[in-house]
């Protein structure tokens, strides 16, 4: 919420203190009670509002310079410059701007500094060398008894926001916290490996945005939008972690072989980069896993005579995502016959056929928050699993929605599963 501003007779009432203490600013905090940098601050805006001499400023004006003639000439005073801006050790140099004259001299420039996107990438890869250290390494687990081995499931999930907050009374939907999200990520994966065909191989495409945000601070990392939370950052990170082996050991017990990619995306880009690096060390003694642990933002996948493709969508859309996807994978587009592609990001259905592949978009399982609600972006809620042949490209889906799926999630012994109609 900004700060109001400070009043006409505030400022008055420390200019006066300033003069009755002999322009003292130490003195003046301590009659008022108030910091320093308050004083400071009130004197410049008494100096700005004209409350110093010559006079008053005009409603919404400042004064911003003085000139006073000195015999023939006129001497011009401005405002006193800040202190000696220094670039954060945290940051790098962005976007100059320069205002130059007719000779190409500088006049004024502006500065724009951002974060250290390589520090941060080294501190990332830092803090994932060291997890890889020490982190206990999953068991190997006993496989079904029978797959077919021609066809690969795709358990696709987009923008699952773990720990974003939505009220029903103000979205005219569902509720949403970190607990629902949980409960219903889990409820919907226990109901999809049920009911979907017995693949050999299966593939967990989950396209970004799993967690809302990306920090200590309930903002997007780029822009920092403000976003509407419900959680504590280490309290999404456990359950993140919890969702995500819970679903990869029910997998398991489902199919022979589990391919995992956690997409890169725009809320949570070093949450999915730290992801990938546990999980492919936490897998490491698992023969019947494999995660994309690359660190880029298009993700490929080879099943026999099939290519599929992933990316979150926030840096290429459905229209314009199938050349990027050939060109970077040129060799596995060239030698396949079908060719699918999954983005998500903006939690709505689409579908688009290309001359070079399939394009589609998912919706997402997330209830809307507030700002999707008031700027009226009313998509559906549902998650896909999608099975593709080796020879004959994609064969069968099935679509379940939150509704079908609640309840479906294994009883409280976690041993039998609830056997509800999805």
Same mark, same amino acid.
């Given at each position: 919420m900004p700060t109001p501003p400070v009043t006409d007779?505030?400022?008055?009432?420390?200019?006066?203190?300033?003069?009755?203490?002999?322009?003292?600013?130490?003195? +003046?905090?301590?009659? #008022? /009670?108030?910091?320093? $940098? !308050?004083?400071?601050?009130?004197?410049?805006?008494?100096?700005?509002?004209?409350m110093m001499g010559p006079e008053g400023t005009l409603p919404g004006y400042v004064i911003s310079s003085l000139s006073k003639k000195v015999g023939n000439s006129y001497v011009k005073q401005v405002k006193a410059p800040g202190?000696?801006?220094?670039?954060?050790?945290?940051?790098?140099?962005?976007?100059?701007?320069?205002?130059?004259?007719?000779?190409?001299?500088?006049?004024?420039?502006?500065?724009?500094?951002?974060p250290d996107k390589a520090a941060q990438q080294e501190a990332m890869q830092a803090a994932i060398a060291a997890l890889m250290e020490d982190l206990p390494r999953a068991e190997p687990v006993t496989g079904p008894s029978y797959t077919i081995d021609t066809?690969?499931?795709?358990?696709?999930? +987009?923008?699952?926001? #773990? /720990?974003?907050?939505? $009220? !029903?009374?103000?979205?005219g939907n569902d509720d949403w916290d970190l607990k629902i999200g949980e409960r219903l990520v889990d409820d919907w994966f226990a109901a999809a490996?049920?009911?979907?065909?017995?693949?050999?191989?299966?593939?967990?495409?989950?396209?970004?945005?799993?967690?809302?945000?990306?920090?200590?601070?309930a903002v997007t990392p780029t822009h920092r939008h403000v976003l509407d939370g419900d959680s504590r950052f280490d309290?999404?990170?456990?359950?993140?972690?919890?969702?995500?082996?819970?679903?990869?050991?029910?997998?398991?017990?489902?199919h022979s072989r589990v391919h995992i990619i956690m997409a890169d995306a725009n809320h949570d880009p070093a949450s999915e980069a730290w992801l990938r690096g546990m999980l492919a060390a936490f897998y490491d003694h698992e023969p019947r896993v494999t995660v994309d642990d690359s660190a880029g933002t298009y993700y490929a996948y080879r099943h026999g005579n099939v290519s599929l493709f992933f990316h979150?969508?926030?840096?290429?859309?459905?229209?314009?995502?199938?050349?990027?996807?050939?060109?970077?994978?040129?060799e596995m587009f060239g030698t396949t016959k079908y060719s699918y592609a999954h983005i998500g990001h903006l939690h709505s259905d689409e579908l688009?056929?290309?001359?070079?592949?399939?394009?589609?978009?998912?919706?997402?399982?997330?209830?809307?928050?507030?700002?999707?609600?008031?700027?009226?972006?009313?998509?559906?809620?549902?998650?896909?699993?999608i099975t593709y042949h080796k020879e004959y490209g994609e064969v069968a889906r099935l679509t379940l929605t939150p509704g079908m799926v609640g309840g479906y999630r294994t009883a409280a012994n976690d041993n039998e599963p609830v056997r509800e109609a999805a």
């Open positions: 007779e505030k400022v008055a009432a420390t200019l006066a203190a300033y003069l009755a203490n002999d322009k003292n600013q130490a003195h +003046t905090a301590k009659a #008022l /009670g108030i910091s320093r $940098d !308050s004083v400071q601050r009130h004197i410049r805006l008494a100096a700005e509002r004209g202190e000696i801006f220094e670039i954060p050790p945290t940051h790098v140099t962005g976007k100059i701007t320069v205002n130059r004259d007719s000779d190409g001299r500088i006049i004024q420039d502006w500065l724009r500094v951002e066809l690969l499931n795709q358990y696709t999930i +987009t923008d699952v926001h #773990l /720990g974003a907050l939505a $009220d !029903s009374d103000e979205t490996i049920d009911l979907a065909p017995p693949s050999e191989m299966a593939i967990l495409a989950q396209l970004g945005d799993l967690v809302h945000w990306d920090g200590f601070e309290k999404m990170v456990r359950v993140a972690i919890r969702v995500i082996r819970k679903i990869i050991a029910r997998l398991l017990g489902k979150h969508g926030h840096r290429r859309k459905i229209g314009n995502v199938d050349s990027v996807f050939a060109g970077r994978y040129r688009k056929s290309t001359n070079l592949m399939k394009v589609e978009r998912h919706e997402t399982l997330a209830a809307p928050d507030a700002y999707a609600a008031n700027g009226g972006w009313l998509s559906g809620r549902s998650a896909k699993v």
